[in-house]
């Protein structure tokens, strides 16, 4: 069984900055693209950040700049600096990856619960 585990949201004033973390554990074999999505109220949950274990970034047109993902694949783990947070930025945001493990012998998405991240003064 794989979870992942998001923490690192609160309220925070326009312009301030947060750091989001992802942690995954499990029986996790091998880990592919890590990535960040949020969704505000009302609207569809978007993509924000991906991040390939190679290395490889990926973001938003309405976070570049703004926003950048890491990954520390020795403890399974992804993040999200994000500065110059802006009152369109609050939503709640999930972390995703794709993860193969043994037990299922394939890969398959999983899903955090999710942090909400306010943007308000």
């Known amino acids: 069984q794989v979870q992942l585990v998001e923490s690192g949201g609160g309220l925070v004033q326009p312009g301030g900055s947060l750091k989001l973390s992802c942690a995954a554990s499990?029986?996790?074999?091998?880990?592919?693209?890590m990535d960040w999505y949020r969704q505000a109220p009302g609207k569809e949950r978007e993509l924000v950040a991906i991040?390939?274990?190679?290395?490889?970034?990926n973001y938003a047109d309405s976070v570049k700049g703004r926003f950048t993902i890491s990954r520390d694949n020795a403890k399974n783990t992804v993040y999200l600096q994000m500065n110059s947070l802006k009152p369109e930025d609050t939503a709640v945001y999930y972390c995703?990856?794709?993860?193969?493990?043994?037990?299922?012998?394939?890969?398959?998405?999983?899903w955090g619960k999710g942090t909400l991240v306010t943007v308000s003064s």
């Open positions: 995703h990856a794709r993860i193969y493990t043994i037990s299922t012998m394939s890969t398959m998405d999983y």
């Open positions: 499990g029986s996790i074999f091998s880990i592919n693209a």
């Open positions: 991040a390939t274990t190679g290395g490889l970034t």
